[in-house]
């Protein structure tokens, strides 16, 4: 599988918005970005539970990997209360 990486290695503020436009922006199924280390646990909680994205974290030479992977859709809305 495919995925694009992104060096964000040396930013350290304004993360979670930089890393936010490129996923709103990009057509991949899997983004990785490489970010600073010992700054993972302040960067995973700027995203909650991820939303349209499915987030791991990885170790790796020198920095830490975040991986988002692009969510299937649902086929149903479980809870659609309209037609409820």
Known sequence: MYSKIVDLKAVTCGLVPIIVNHLDTSSDEVVEFQIHLGIREEILSGFGSGGNWKIEVRDDLGCDRLRFT??????????????Y
């Open 70 to 83: 692009r969510r299937k859709p649902a086929d149903e809305d479980r809870l659609n209360i309209v037609e």
